[in-house]
């Protein structure tokens, strides 16, 4: 079994061993740099005539306590020692360098010293990035241990901040989805029971020879169960970002509206003036919101039903109209939720409260919008926004 090293002892040991190994490469520099001494130097001795009796290229020697001497050979054969002496300290002078500070063990110390302060230095720098690296590390495995609520704390604006912002978006997005299909699941094996059961119910009272009536309502029954089926599906495949939900093309919006107004009998308002309002995207699952909307209008509205289809700035945008009893403003998100309901609606009434939620994920998944507002005169007007077609 390995030994596990932490990053941030790792990061730090990695600037504490550069340092070192600078201050080993100065040091040696700095040796071979004294062991070769000073460059030589000319020396010249003159006597009183002006004559050079003595001459020589001479390297100083420092000779402790005594200054610098050189040693310069005489014309007549001897040697001379020409001597410099330390010069005198003057009153107030600071005092000279501490011995220790002086030659090559001197550099020694000073590079120790910066070696020293850099790593020193260096720690807390090192150990709070990877504070944020381990925080979001234990972060990813609480989440992919299931739970997944867990969220990492962002703090900085590095690439580490970065990571955990959109650690936490996916992980959001992940749970959202997750609760929705739990949501859906549970909320589908109730609506799929209650057709079943009428179903059974109906076979047992059937008999040997069923009347018209009950094999119109098992007729019904199997009809809306096909349809919830249907509608489930394609729920799941929407909430799929990646699933293949058809061509994308270009769609004329109005005349979809008029396809869909005629087959039940709603009006449309298209404009006089304005020309046919164009839109990218899958003609199927366009055609499947405006029908959606239409059908809620019509089963939950009173009186005539209008549509209409503009272009307004730089949204295509269709409105569904109805004179029913309109939607509380508490309830006007709630209703595009997976099976929900509006309080006092009744199974018998049609539907199971997905046709409004496909109608928001058919929106989404065209870079739109559908929201529900107020109608003057009475009753709620759905408006669905899409971005228009360039062409």
């Known amino acids: 079994m390995s030994l596990r090293v932490p990053l941030y002892l790792r990061i730090w040991l990695a600037v504490v061993l550069a340092v070192a190994v600078l201050t080993l490469?100065?040091?040696?520099?700095?040796?071979?740099?004294?062991?070769?001494?000073?460059?030589?130097?000319?020396l010249l001795i003159r006597n009183e005539a002006g004559q050079v009796v003595g001459q020589a290229m001479a390297r100083p020697v420092r000779v402790p306590g005594q200054g610098i001497e050189f040693q310069v050979a005489m014309s007549d054969g001897s040697s001379l020692f020409v001597q410099l002496p330390p010069r005198p300290r003057r009153?107030?002078?600071?005092?000279?360098?501490?011995?220790?500070?002086?030659?090559?063990?001197?550099?020694?110390?000073?590079?120790?010293?910066?070696?020293?302060?850099?790593?020193?230095?260096?720690?807390?720098?090192?150990?709070r990035l990877t504070q944020r690296l381990e925080n979001l590390s234990r972060g990813?495995?609480?989440?992919?241990?299931?739970?997944?609520?867990?969220?990492?704390?962002?703090?900085?604006?590095?690439?580490?901040?970065?990571?955990?912002?959109?650690?936490?978006?996916?992980?959001?997005?992940?749970?959202?989805l997750v609760a929705s299909h739990k949501s859906l699941l549970a909320n589908a094996s109730h609506e799929l029971r209650s057709p079943l059961t009428r179903i059974r119910m109906g076979l047992e009272l059937m008999g040997s020879q069923p009347s018209p009536a009950f094999k119109d309502e098992i007729a019904r029954n199997i009809t809306e169960l096909d349809q919830l089926i249907d509608e489930i599906l394609l729920a799941s495949r929407l909430d799929a970002s990646q699933a293949d939900m058809g061509t994308v093309e270009t769609v004329d919006l109005t005349g979809?509206?008029?396809?869909?107004?005629?087959?039940?009998?709603?009006?449309?308002?298209?404009?006089?003036?304005?020309?046919?309002?164009?839109?990218?995207?899958?003609?199927?699952?366009?055609?499947?919101?405006?029908?959606?909307?239409?059908?809620?209008?019509?089963r939950y509205g009173t009186g005539e039903v209008t549509v209409i289809v503009r272009r307004e700035g730089h949204l295509a945008v269709v409105r569904v109209c109805d004179r029913g009893p309109g939607v509380p403003a508490n309830q006007r998100e709630r209703i595009f939720e997976p099976f929900y309901r509006l309080p006092g609606a009744s199974e018998r009434d049609g539907g199971v409260g997905l046709g409004l939620a496909l109608v928001k994920s058919i929106a989404q998944r065209h870079g739109g919008s559908v929201s529900c507002e107020d109608r003057a005169g009475g009753g709620s007007t759905f408006v669905l926004s899409l971005p228009p077609s360039k062409t």
Do not use: M
């Not at 490469?25 to 000319?42: D, S």
């Not at 299931?146 to 996916?170: Q, Y």
């Open 25 to 42: 490469v100065f040091g040696w520099l700095w040796r071979i740099n004294v062991e070769q001494g000073p460059p030589p130097r000319e």
């Open 91 to 127: 009153p107030g002078e600071p005092l000279p360098p501490r011995p220790w500070a002086r030659g090559p063990t001197g550099l020694l110390w000073l590079l120790g010293i910066v070696a020293l302060a850099v790593a020193v230095g260096s720690y807390p720098i090192v150990r």
């Open 140 to 176: 990813v495995e609480r989440w992919g241990e299931g739970d997944l609520s867990a969220r990492v704390a962002v703090s900085g604006s590095d690439e580490v901040a970065f990571l955990a912002k959109r650690f936490n978006h996916a992980a959001e997005r992940v749970e959202t």
């Open 256 to 298: 979809l509206a008029a396809e869909e107004c005629a087959r039940l009998d709603a009006e449309l308002d298209a404009g006089t003036d304005s020309p046919s309002v164009r839109v990218q995207g899958v003609a199927r699952l366009l055609r499947r919101a405006l029908r959606n909307l239409l059908e809620n209008a019509r």
